[in-house]
């Protein structure tokens, strides 16, 4: 019988998070058909008694480390420390309030399993808000996630298990507001490691009604010129196109947000 891989989940907890979403987070974390050998979250900055609560709480086996930043630095400074305490060759990402599906890991550590080559592994999810719930795909074969992340975020982040080795060897995260993780997946591909996702859809992702809207303004602005010299410097894409998709970009960010919430339906293919 094949060897299981051992692997690390990660987290980052911020204080404004909500107890009852962290608690559904990581109870559907430790009841996996497949658990994972260790639960390393780290608390970004000053962590109220009430979500310190959630976690104290936890009735599970499953080593867990806690790691407490002095202050709020960020996801992606987070996520970079947090790394430092994974004890094991692959690492999952989680966030704080999504939900996965019981056999979230067992699939991804079956494929991983079987494609060792295989640095970074993605799956789709079903996003929910009180306007509903709607199913987020992204492309499989690596091929196509190159061609996409030409374009857009060509993972979704809290979906990710990934080879902790290679992460580190393209220098981790980095700070980017709002793309640390688009940052991190555009400097894999260029570093000639291989990507994939799986087609199933194995976490609800919680999205929060107003989304969109806090999408947009001059944060987002910022954020998006980074991007433009990232792309720019790992030549991801040249010439006109990576101009005319850098100002689509922008100019989504500035558009009213019934606009952005119309073209937003459009793209996931989600009728009213």
Sequence with gaps: MEKKIKFSV???????????FLSES?????NQTVAPDQIVIVYDGFI????????????????????????????GRALNEGLKYCKY?????????????????EYQIKFLQNNPNVTLLGTSVHEFDDDGRREKKLPITHNDICKFARTKNPFNHMSVMFKKDDILKVGGYRHHLYMEDYNLWLRIIKNGFITANLAESLLDVRIGNGMLGKRRGIKYIKSELQLFKL???????????LYMISFLRIFARIVPEKILKLAYKIDRGVKE
Aim: with cysteine; glycine share 2%; proline share 3%.
């Design 10 to 20: 990660l987290l980052s907890l911020y204080n404004k998070e909500s107890p009852i």
């Design 26 to 30: 990581l109870q559907s974390v430790i």
């Design 48 to 75: 109220s008694e009430s979500l310190k609560a959630v976690v104290n709480s936890l009735e599970t086996d499953i080593p867990l480390d806690i790691i407490q930043l002095a202050e709020n630095v960020g996801l």
């Design 89 to 105: 060759s692959y690492v999952a990402r989680m966030d704080t309030d999504d939900i996965c599906h019981k056999r979230r890991f």
């Design 231 to 241: 792309k720019k410097q790992l030549k991801v894409e040249t010439g006109f196109r």
